[in-house]
Structures are given as structure tokens and as C-alpha cells.
């Protein structure tokens, strides 16, 4: 019994550095799972607050470019107010059954397999996880865990996000996963080979799996082939919103997911 | 026998460690090299402590970096990795100066840094791209990255330290 003692006290930093590795590896994988929320993430109240001041300093050097953004985007709401005036305007989903919570973002990260923003809303402002984020451009991700102040997003720059969509020209549905390329450019995988496509043809989220409400503008086909053995095209979009440089985006809250998402499953 | 200055290490911490975060996702050159200079830490901490203090040190710098970027236990689980044997390394580098607590480029000199500063920072940038591209794929994938990282962090950590460290004075 003495020896088994003094063993384990002769082997301690061992012991105790496999003891720091077990807790290691189990963080990561524990966080693989997509819409797994821990402790761990910018979206905690330490972390976040000192992403936002952070945040606060680099954008008093940016005001000039902000303010150029602001007043396009300005613009653009002009525009559509006039259209909505006219009974012309789009987006029908959004306005029929979502809401639509306006945040910043204070923490942006494009370059790793998987990449998340940090948001600045959070519970309070009834931001839950399962929620779509998408920019004046397009869709930006979906959001993944939430604190009472801030949030994370998985952004479609992210290996494991599948975002249901489709050609807008003929309806096809088909699916975009990003390739870890480039910021700007992603995969568009399953469009069967007997749809003509061309360069140019836009692609959109297709409303299918509750998250983003249809027709929310991902990009515009940029190349493709057609493998002689393959039942599907090959082809890439280049991305409508660059999140290399992002800062206002809007959470949409669908008030119906929890009721589709139910009936689906029954079936 | 050299006391440990704490106040040295208290510039380490903040040279290091606390200035990475605003930093972490901005220092990147041509989209490839990034700087993880919080290791300089790591590398620098003092020679000869409780070995379970170096484990918990190594975590927790590396569960700090976690925190913001999103990558829970990756560089946790590195750093400690690195913590394990670091003495054992640099106690075999500096054989002949017996009983230095204090770690800096100036006791190191020129063949420390070859032998030991950058071998260790491309073991930690070697197993950090690997575990976050979860392949071996992934790792000829990005060995340009992981090179141009390895130069890249090098240079920064030997930059912080030859402001931060004062250089002895002879007697």
C-alpha cells in the first residue's frame, strides 16, 4: 500500500499534466457540436466586454469609413422605403411572420476551418441559439450560443454549416458549404446535372430548414464543370456579403420555427 | 543563486500575454503568418519552479487564449504539453550556468534561440494548425502557414523581449 503511495506521489506531475490534458481535449470536443453553448467562447460577460472595448478604440479609428457605410446603407433603406410605398417591396417572409433585432459586431474571424462573430446583443434582446443573421448584402450564419449580453454566430464561413438554398433561375435546390478558400468564395453541392447553369445565375437560401426565411441572397455563380461521371455540377459562388469587413447585422427571429420544426419531426 | 524578479514577470505577463488579445486576430501577414507571441511567456517563464505550477500556468495561459477565440482547449492543451518538458529542454541548453532562475534572450544568446525558442515555437504552432485542422491533410495543406507562423511569432517574441529585458551588467 506504501509502495502504491509512494508510486502515485513519484508520478504526480504526470499524473496531474494528464489530468490538465483530459480537461483539454474534452473542451474541444465537447465544442465540435455545433450548437453546443459553453463557458469557454467570446460570447461569456468577461470575454465580451473586453472584446467591446477593444472593439470601441478600433472603430474611433474608423469612424470616416463607418460613417460612409452608414450613409450608403442610409440609402438604401430610403430606397426601400420607397418601393414598400409603392407596394413593391420584397423580403415578404420578413415582414409576414419574422422580427428583425439589429446588432453590431464587436469580434470577427474569418481565417480559421471554422470561424464565429461576437455580437453585442444578447438574451436580453431575445436572441436565442438557432436564430439566422444576415447583413444588408446577404446571409451571414446562424447564431450558435448566447450570454445575457452578447452572442456567437457560426458564420456560413464555417466547414461544418450546410445552408439549405437554391437557384433562383429554376428553383433547383442545392446546398452551399464553404472550402476554406477564401473569405469570398464557397461550394454549391447537389445541382443535379440536367439544370443549364451560367455564370452569373444568382443563389439564395431556399426557407426550407426554418432558420433563414427564404430568398436571402448568398452570391452569384462564379465558376463551374460538369465531371463526365458526376450527377451533380461542380460549382462555386463567390459570396454576396464580405465578412471580412462587417459591421452592422440583423438577427431574424421567426416566431414559427419552433412550430415547423415540431411538425417536422413528427413526420 | 538568482531570485525570480516578479516584476520582470509581470511584464512578461503583460507584453505577452495581455497585449495578444487585441492583437490576436490583427497581426496577420499576407493571410498566412500569424503571431501567437503570448507563448513568449511560456518560453521565457522563470527556470527551476514546482513543475505542477509550470502545468498550471501553461493551462491557464492557454484556456486564456481560448477564451477569446473561440477554440476551447486547443491551446490549452499545447501550452501544457509545452510546460511538461520545458526545464528538461532548456536545463540541457544552458549546462553550463548553473542556478539562472531569470529566463531572457540575453542568458539564452544566439544558440538558445536556435536550439530551443525556435524549435519550441514550431512544436506549438506544428500541434496547434494540426488539432484545429483535425487531419494530417490539413497539415501539408497549411505547412506554408505553419512555417511563415513559426518566423513570424519568433521574431515578435525576440522584438518584446529585447524591450522588455534589461541587459546584465558585468562586474
Known sequence: ?????????????????????????????????????????????????????????????????????????????????????????????????????????????????????????????????????????????????????????????????????????????????????????????????????????????SGYNAVFPAEIMLGTIVSYQLPDESPFYVAKIKLSSDLSSIDAVYVIRNPLKGELDSLQTVL | MNRVSWKLLTFYFVGYVILQIPLLHKFVLFNVAFSFFYLGFLVFFPLGQNPILRLIIGFLTGLYIDLFSNTPGLHASVCTFIMLFRDTWLMAILENQKGILDINIYILKMRGVWLYVLPLIFLHHLMIFWINYGSWMGLFMTFDQISSSTIFSLLSILLINLVISKKPIRI
Not at chain 1, 420578413?94 to 446583443?121: M, Q, S
Not at chain 1, 447564431?143 to 439549405?164: D, E, G, Q, Y
Request: proline content about 2%.
Open chain 1, 1 to 205: 500500500m506504501q509502495q502504491l503511495f509512494a508510486f502515485l506521489f513519484r508520478s504526480r506531475v504526470l499524473g496531474f499534466f494528464l489530468f490538465l490534458e483530459l480537461i483539454s481535449f474534452w473542451l474541444i470536443f465537447s465544442y465540435n457540436n455545433l450548437y453546443n453553448s459553453y463557458l469557454f467562447n467570446t460570447s461569456n460577460i468577461f470575454a465580451g466586454s473586453v472584446l467591446e472595448t477593444n472593439h470601441n478604440i478600433d472603430q474611433y479609428f474608423q469612424l470616416d469609413e463607418i460613417n460612409e457605410k452608414l450613409l450608403a446603407e442610409n440609402a438604401l433603406l430610403r430606397e426601400e422605403l420607397a418601393k414598400k410605398n409603392l407596394g413593391m417591396m420584397g423580403y415578404d417572409t420578413i415582414k409576414g411572420n419574422a422580427h428583425v433585432i439589429p446588432a453590431r459586431v464587436i469580434n470577427n474571424e474569418f481565417r480559421k476551418p471554422e470561424n464565429y462573430l461576437t455580437l453585442d446583443k444578447g438574451s436580453l434582446s431575445q436572441i436565442e441559439p438557432g436564430m439566422a443573421v444576415i447583413s444588408r448584402e446577404g446571409a451571414v450564419g446562424i447564431i450558435k450560443s448566447v450570454s445575457s449580453h452578447f452572442s456567437t454566430v457560426a458564420s456560413i464561413l464555417n466547414r461544418k454549416l450546410m445552408t439549405s438554398s437554391q437557384l433562383n433561375k429554376t428553383n433547383t435546390l442545392c446546398t452551399v458549404q464553404w472550402n476554406l478558400e477564401s473569405p469570398l468564395v464557397a461550394d454549391v453541392k447537389y445541382i443535379p446535372r440536367h439544370i443549364n447553369i451560367g455564370i452569373g445565375d444568382t443563389v439564395s437560401t
